[in-house]
């Protein structure tokens, strides 16, 4: 692949939403898909570091392990999303395990010396790339910080403002948010229980500042949503 055609392949693609070399003339024979079954692992902590992947289908949870054992969810991602990549940043060895959550999970994986190869040569590549790991660091600092200084409910609504302003589509005044996200994985990542999550989505929905199904979620005047 020329690097102009690189270039153009990068500059009408989003990078949020689809980068795999199996789609990438040349590096589609060396990335062969992976399909991985619920529960299996993409990569525990501790293993090297040496690859970024893509999610073709199905969601991703990436996590670690507290002292006591108990798991500690930082992130569930979805058809479209890269993750491991902060193996660019240097990391060495993985700090956190990435676990498939769906039966039909599969993922492109890069080696990292092929995507720092394909930064080198594209500038707007390579700055997407260091656009979105800021940004998913901010996001794990908020979330720190909601954890030890906020209340539940108050890091379920910061949750939902998230998400909207990260995913959601301006419809009219209201905001759609697609989401395969069950109340058990909000919980998860908010540092809540499901019958938490459940109660004030259905308190926000009697309000009709929300409305949900399993598809979506619609919030209807973000300024209510507080």
């Given amino acids: 692949m020329s690097d102009s055609s690189q270039l153009w392949y990068f500059e009408n693609v989003d990078l949020f939403n689809v ?14 898909m992976t399909k991985f079954k619920k529960d299996e692992f993409v990569y525990f ?4 570091s040496n690859h970024i992947y893509m999610i073709a289908e199905g969601r ?10 108990k798991e500690s969810v930082k992130a569930i991602l979805s058809k479209g999303e890269i993750f ?48 979105l790991i800021g ?4 996001k794990t600092e908020r979330r720190l910080e909601s954890l030890v200084f906020k209340d539940a409910r108050t890091r379920i609504i910061e949750f939902l403002r998230d998400e909207a302003n990260e995913k959601g589509k ?9 989401s395969h996200l ?3 994985d909000i919980a998860a990542l908010t540092g809540t229980s499901r019958q938490t999550v459940t109660t004030i989505l259905n308190e926000l929905r009697e309000k009709n500042i929300i409305n949900f199904d ?12 507080a």
Wanted: with cysteine.
């Fill in 135 to 138: 940004l998913r660091l901010r």
């Fill in 84 to 131: 491991g990549e902060l193996a660019l940043t240097g990391e060495e060895k993985r700090q956190d395990f990435a676990q498939a959550m769906d039966s039909e999970t599969i993922i492109c994986p890069m080696t990292l010396d092929d995507m720092k190869n394909l930064m080198a040569n594209n500038q707007p590549l390579s700055f997407k790339m260091m656009k």
């Fill in 182 to 184: 069950t109340h058990k």
């Fill in 170 to 178: 301006k419809i009219g005044f209201e905001m759609m948010i697609p």
């Fill in 60 to 69: 991703i949870k990436i996590g670690s392990y507290l002292e006591d054992g």
């Fill in 214 to 225: 399993r598809r979506k979620i619609l919030i209807r005047d973000m300024e209510l949503l």
């Fill in 45 to 48: 902590p501790e293993q090297v």
């Fill in 19 to 32: 980068l795999c070399p199996h789609k990438i003339k040349g590096l589609e024979d060396d990335h062969p």
